[in-house]
C-alpha cells in the first residue's frame, strides 16, 4: 500500500512563494511518474506538472516558467515549488503516482490528500 502526504500549503500573498511537499510512504516510487494537480472550488482538476525520479519534468501551460517540481530519491519525496503568484493559483493541490507518463488524472493511481494554497491579492 503507498501513502503520498503532502503538506506547505498555506496562505501567500500575490507574488510570493510556496513549496508543497508529496512523500511517499510504504513502497519505493522510484519507477513512478509523480503528477501534481490541483481543484479550485467549482472547477474540474487542473494538471500543474509531472515529474518523473530521473529528473524529468513537464509542466501546465498556466503554471510554466513559475513552478518547478524536484525530487529527493533519499527523502521518497518530491517538490513543487511555486513562485510568482497569483490568485488564481488558489486550489486544493494534490500529488499522484502512477506509472504513466501523463497529464490525465485518471490515469494515476495514487493520490495524496489535498493541501490548500490560497492566494491573496
Known amino acids: 500500500q503507498v501513502e503520498l502526504v503532502e503538506s506547505g500549503g498555506g496562505l501567500v500573498q500575490a507574488g510570493g512563494s510556496l513549496r508543497l511537499s508529496c512523500a511517499a510512504l510504504?513502497?519505493?516510487?522510484?519507477?513512478?511518474?509523480m503528477g501534481w494537480f490541483r481543484q479550485a472550488p467549482g472547477k474540474e482538476r487542473e494538471f500543474v506538472g509531472q515529474?518523473?525520479?530521473?529528473?524529468?519534468?513537464s509542466y501546465g501551460d498556466s503554471v510554466k516558467g513559475r513552478f518547478t517540481i524536484s525530487a529527493d530519491n533519499a527523502k521518497n519525496t518530491v517538490y513543487l515549488q511555486m513562485n510568482s503568484l497569483k490568485p488564481e493559483d488558489t486550489a486544493v493541490y494534490y500529488c499522484?503516482?502512477?506509472?504513466?507518463?501523463?497529464?490525465?488524472?485518471?490515469?494515476?493511481?495514487?493520490w495524496g490528500q489535498g493541501t490548500q494554497v490560497t492566494v491573496s491579492s
Open positions: 510504504g513502497r519505493n516510487l522510484s519507477r513512478y511518474g
Open positions: 515529474g518523473l525520479w530521473t529528473g524529468a519534468t
Open positions: 499522484a503516482a502512477g506509472t504513466s507518463w501523463t497529464s490525465i488524472a485518471s490515469l494515476y493511481t495514487y
